[in-house]
């Protein structure tokens, strides 16, 4: 699988490439923003790990325009540590998110995971597409289509939608939804969830402000509504 590096720190980013290679992976790498954004259109990126603070064009506005053509996973790093930032990044479009300085092993960690999440596993559906009256889930593409509409999700909101779709009714707590969907080692607090929900919202939801799909159960946390 091939991981685009995007920092202007040449010696971090020579570290990552090294160890990500001995792991089999390909590398290439970026040291600003323009560059990223151009690279970041080659198809054959399977994940990219993106520093908030670079030339030309910050790390929140890279990520924001790659989400206005692609749904890749990407992981932002990041020398600042203050809640704030970790929030904004998630509400661009980041996947993930790593406070410098890092353990390599954390960083494999958190990459190898989110390409678990990424990567079609049929042997976890009966079917590769599960439809659930105007909602259809295309496990093999990690594709949404609501009404013969294709709706462009993150890796994330698309796990969050195959969570809620197959348990339908379910009333699921932030921590419950931060566990499953995140993991029980991620860094983040329940605010994440919130971020993801409402942008959820924003993209199947004709009209998010009152909820066709995904609702709120006060005091409690969120569920799909059944058929």
Known sequence: MKILIVDDEKLLVKGI?????????????AYDGEEALKMANDKSIDLI???LMLPKIDGLTVCQKIR???NVPIIMLTAKTEDMDKILGLEYG???YLT???NILELKARVKAVLRRVTPNDTNHEKSVVTFGSVKLDYNLRRTEIEGRVIDL??????????FITNAGKVYSRENLLDIVWGFEYPGDVRTVDVHVRRLREKVEPNP????YIHTKWGVGYYFKEL
């Open 100 to 102: 410098k300085p890092f």
């Open 209 to 212: 402000a009152e909820p066709k």
């Open 94 to 96: 980041a996947d993930d």
């Open 154 to 163: 993150t890796s994330k909101e698309f796990d969050l939608m195959d969570l």
């Open 17 to 29: 490439k090294y160890n990500f290679e001995q792991d089999g992976f390909t590398i290439a790498s």
């Open 68 to 70: 206005e053509f692609s």
């Open 49 to 51: 790990i993106l520093d």
